[in-house]
């Protein structure tokens, strides 16, 4: 199983980034898709999950701004990130939870995807 993180980029301050993450393999189904980063000498942070059936989570600094969504049927989750502030800056991870194959259920992370908010 991969995950490969795609969308990242610079932007000015107020615009917008769409960032994509597919999982690609043997997959059945995957419990919980996320999105998570971590900005340079900071922890990795959660950002945002999303469920299977669509129940989803934010970080309280990207509520309101983040709206991330799910392609079950593709094995993709998706973070639409709107009015992009400075300190949104960072290595942006996927994650997926719960990922069943006809071996085992497990947990794998994307390689990261840079977003830099700067004018």
């Known amino acids: 199983v991969q995950l490969q993180a795609s969308g990242g980029g610079l932007v000015q301050p107020g615009g917008s980034l769409r960032l994509s993450c597919a999982a690609s393999?043997?997959?059945?189904?995957?419990?919980?898709m996320g999105w998570y980063r971590q900005a340079p000498g900071k922890q990795r942070e959660l950002v945002a999950t999303?469920?299977?059936?669509?129940?989803?989570n934010y970080a309280d600094l990207v509520k309101g701004r983040f709206t991330i969504s799910r392609d079950n049927a593709k094995n993709t989750v998706f973070l639409q990130m709107n009015s992009l502030k400075p300190e949104d800056t960072a290595v942006y991870y996927c994650?997926?939870?719960?990922?069943?194959?006809?071996?085992?259920?497990?947990?794998?992370w994307g390689q990261g995807t840079q977003v830099t908010v700067s004018s």
């Open positions: 999303c469920t299977s059936g669509g129940s989803t």
């Open positions: 994650k997926a939870q719960g990922v069943r194959t006809s071996a085992f259920v497990s947990t794998y």
């Open positions: 393999g043997s997959i059945f189904s995957i419990s919980v």
